[in-house]
């Protein structure tokens, strides 16, 4: 692996650990007890499993944290598997400045404006 690849997957683990500690930091100072039942759910899961529970969990403030976990762990695979740095939907390679600006970044410059004039 080289140092550039190692370096952003130390990026990635740390936001990981980041989102992870705000999560339960949001569920556990929520006088919700459904909240709190969550917590404890999250607990006994593995990380990767998180953004599969928090899915049915969207509420405004759990929604953002949620999908850049998800994002965040899917770069992670990624990289596991051989795949990271290819877009999601043209499977081009993601420039280097794009993904050093955000390691988790899924889609090529062109297919992200893409996808933004599309929805505008």
């Known amino acids: 692996m080289s140092i550039r690849l190692n370096h952003l997957r130390t990026r990635l683990l740390e936001e990981q650990l980041q989102l992870q500690t705000q999560i339960m930091h949001f569920l556990n100072n929520?006088?919700?007890p459904d909240y709190q039942q969550l917590s404890l759910k999250l607990q006994q899961l593995p990380l990767p499993r998180w953004p599969e529970l928090l899915l049915h969990w969207h509420t405004p403030d759990l929604k953002p944290l949620s999908l850049r976990l998800e994002a965040v762990q899917?770069?992670?695979?990624?990289?596991?598997?051989?795949l990271y740095g290819i877009c999601s939907d043209c499977e081009s390679r993601?420039?280097?400045?794009?993904?050093?600006?955000?390691p988790a970044e899924q889609r090529c410059f062109r297919c992200t404006n893409h996808k933004t004039q599309i929805t505008s």
Not at 74 to 82: H, V
Not at 94 to 102: G, P, T
């Open 94 to 102: 993601i420039d280097a400045q794009r993904l050093e600006q955000d």
């Open 30 to 32: 929520q006088q919700n």
């Open 74 to 82: 899917a770069a992670l695979s990624q990289m596991e598997i051989g």
